[in-house]
């Protein structure tokens, strides 16, 4: 089975900036002591068993199994699900330089999970985590700076960002690098906004709601280019051409008639004696 599968978490906005799940085993952790017996009951599929130790681990300082004991609390691994604890757990851990947890603790704190929503919170543990390059971060911090969450618009930030998240493959920074083109270009420079076709009496725009959770920047599909309606032209039909007018009958010229025949003479018959 393995250790706990990364995942994402539905937040109402839609997917947002996704969890990192727990850290995989390594080194010394593989002894079946410590972090390594919590990683062992994972694989067999023992969670409860793993966030007891870990919850001895983070007790005693241990900003591995601060970070891990975070993520079963955030995702209700092993017992109930409990955001605040989650969020002590994350702190914890993300003062102590831990890179996934500064990450998690951003996230929570620009939707508002288990904490309130703070912008500039958000945006200082994401920017630590970012340094120490965690693409997700990366990504996620340029998002903040695209969008102006806690702190000014800013695409050439953003596009700085971005690009060394995409670096290291993430999908969702190429394509907000791609948005970036689309928006406004790689200079950092916002494009112009376009026209709008409403006529001058049209009611002005409706404000935009108040912002709870952070959007994830979607890159928008290339639409093809229209395709121009055919021009038919008119033909118009061609004048037959009009029959030569009917000549009138000429008149029958009669036959003349061949002449009488004379009547056969009769020769008188002689008198008798």
Known sequence: MGVHPMGGMLWPAGLLLAWLALAGPGGAQAAESGNGAAYAAIAKGDYAAARSIWSTLAGQGDAEAQYN???????????????????KWFQASATAGNAKAQYNLGVMYANGEGV?????????????????GLAKAQYSLGLMYAEGHGVAANLSAAEKWYRLAA??????????????????????????????????????AA???????????????????????????????????????????????????????PAPKIPPKAAKR
Do not use: C, F
């Open 69 to 87: 004991l975070g993520v079963m609390y955030s995702r209700g691994d092993g017992g109930g699900q409990d955001l605040a604890k989650a969020v």
């Open 116 to 132: 309130a929503a703070n912008d500039g919170e958000a945006l200082k543990w994401l920017k630590l985590a970012a340094k120490q």
């Open 167 to 204: 670096k290291q493959g993430d999908l969702e920074a190429k394509r907000a690098l791609e948005a970036l083109r689309v928006r406004g270009g790689e200079s950092g420079e916002p494009a112009a906004a376009p026209r709008s076709e409403a006529p001058p009496s049209a009611p002005p």
């Open 207 to 261: 404000p935009p709601a108040h912002r709870d959770k952070l959007v994830t920047v979607v890159v928008p599909a290339k639409s093809p280019p229209a395709k121009k309606a055919a021009v038919v032209a008119k033909i118009k039909p061609t004048a037959l051409p009009k029959p030569p007018p009917k000549q009138a009958a000429k008149p029958k010229i009669p036959l003349p008639k061949p002449p009488a025949k």
